[in-house]
């Protein structure tokens, strides 16, 4: 993996290059084949300007370039959130709060990424701007995972040190883990959607992926707007538990040893690891039986759009949306105290236990051939993305916080493992996050 942020900046301040120097360097992979389909928008010349300024060097982000997901309004862009539908739409008149902070914080915007349409799928193909291809293997086309597709790719190549993103049901997760970088997705609530196209206006997180954990603490902090309380106690003071419930179904082999592998990692470093049922969450079928958040938020927002520009929407996601058209008021309504019931009862399940273990996602990358458009792979492509979705989603119904760290061995194609838990254990989760990362390398190729 490329030098991550934290590294690059000490060499900056301590004279060894200069911001300018590596934003020309992540030009260049920018263009490169790497980049094919990652950026729907370029901005290089003011990217430079920016990088040229000596003030940058003394914020966070250091005059480093970061990605941004084309969800998020930047002052002069079009927002289109991957569709063709809105590649028309009026320019944003200002930054979203995210762009705002990742910018006030040194950050020089390289480009706007691609993205699964709408942000509505977890395997990140998109039929209007093509599919990014994973970094991970350069002999096959495989996902990139989605739908925060192309901010993954800009940072597993190196074009970006940064991506931002959004993270409904995983799309921040997902592609983290099939590229072999970090995801971390924040309580909701910790950073403002104000200026993000909206998928769920319940489930929607505004995050970042990175190439190191300490990179996400600091991506986080930028875009939350907090100082996250490090502390730097030993895997022995933890309490891990591993669900098994559901979370280790469907395993491919080698996700499955890769899993088994880190958590075996974990215990020799010291920590306590008891497996649980945690049954309840087989339960969400049931919750959300009558229909999502994400499908009838998003039919809200769309319903005037598809009456005038349905047949431009990509159709796997119209379909999706169109399902929360059926949804009636009270069963939306009751779904939000079916969701509270549910997230007191994990709640008290998990007491006593710091994070949770489990594989971010149960496979590895397929090729992008066999979830291409078209009908005749439509089945397996609903089949993928429900796979791909199943683990990272239980959290955003938690309304809680995990994050995606490598834990593949050299050779392999990348895997993630996923440290989650409730609401606002996000600094718990980092710190330990970090002390995981460091136990990890041996095995994962790391060090």
Known sequence: MSTDLHTTRDRLRAGLTSAPAELEQAIAIAQSRACEHVFLHTR??????????????????????????????????????????????????????????????????????????????????????????????AAVARIPGGSSSGAAVSVATGAAFIGLGSDTGGSIRI????????????????????????????????????????????????????????????????????????MLDSLDATVARAFERSVRALRDAGAQVTEIDLSGIQDLGTIQATGGFSAAESYAWHRQLLETRGNGYDPRVRIRIERGATMKACEYIDLFGARREWIARIDAALRGYDAVLSPTVPIVAPPIASVAPGKERDAEFFRVNALLLRNPSVVNMLDGCAISIPCHAPGELPVGLMLWHGAMRDDTILNIAQQAEAALAPVSGTE
């Open 44 to 137: 290089f010349d003011a990217a430079r300007a920016e990088a040229a300024n000596p003030a940058q060097s003394l914020r966070p982000l250091a005059g480093l370039a970061v990605s941004v997901k084309d969800l998020f309004d930047a002052a002069g862009e079009v927002t289109a959130a991957g569709s063709s539908v809105l590649a028309d739409a009026a320019v944003a008149t200002q930054d979203s709060a995210a762009v705002a902070r990742l910018r006030a914080a040194g950050a020089v915007v390289l480009g706007r990424t691609n993205m699964s349409e709408f942000a509505f799928s977890g395997v990140g193909v998109n039929p209007h701007y093509g599919t990014p291809a994973n970094a991970a293997d």
């Open 175 to 246: 592609p983290a883990a099939l590229n072999g970088i970090v995801g971390f997705k924040n309580t909701a609530r910790l950073v403002p959607l104000e200026g993000a196209l909206p998928l769920s206006s319940t489930l929607d997180t505004v995050c970042a992926m990175t190439r190191s954990v300490r990179d996400a603490i600091l991506a986080h902090e930028a875009l939350a707007h907090r100082t996250v309380t490090r502390s730097n106690a030993p895997l022995s003071s933890y309490r891990f538990a591993v669900a098994r419930t559901q």
